[in-house]
């Protein structure tokens, strides 16, 4: 049989080789799908957000966590036709916590590759359009 040891705040048990050949006779206890602890995706079973979830990386904790948490859950109850399009305040207002971190939150790098690229490439657009005005109207 095993035995225990210690007087602290640690247990230890010293398992015997028979310990381990008898089948285990622990009783597993059934999954209740509303504990908090629980591991569950990013929607909870009763529909509000898992703001432990991996998935969400942090940014719940983090110190924008309190914006991004107004942003996320306007998102996530939207009813309006365009889901979210109610929160552009909330967002704004991550986006703004945001750049004042930008160790914690680095802009990404597609937005570095468009402030690249010509601001306003409309005037040639125009200007080729209206080329085409007229030499259509020449011929």
């Known amino acids: 049989m095993a035995e225990a040891a210690g007087t602290g705040k640690d247990r230890i048990i010293f398992v015997t080789k028979e310990d381990h050949e008898t089948p285990s006779n622990a009783e597993l206890v059934a999954d209740d799908p509303n504990d908090p602890y629980e ?9 509000d957000i898992n703001w432990n ?12 966590g309190e914006q991004f948490k107004a942003a996320f859950s306007c998102f996530h ?3 309006e036709d365009v889901k979210g399009s109610d929160c552009v305040d909330q967002f704004r207002a991550m986006q703004e916590c945001m750049q004042k971190y ?3 939150y680095p802009q ?3 937005e570095e590759e468009e402030e690249e690229q010509p601001a306003d490439p409309l005037p040639e657009a125009a200007s080729e359009a209206s080329a085409t005005k007229e030499a259509a109207a020449s011929s």
């Open 39 to 47: 591991e569950h995706g990013l929607i909870l079973p009763n529909g």
């Open 77 to 79: 109850y939207s009813k």
């Open 108 to 110: 990404e790098e597609e």
């Open 102 to 104: 930008p160790d914690l």
């Open 53 to 64: 979830c991996p998935c969400l990386g942090g940014m719940a904790s983090g110190p924008c």
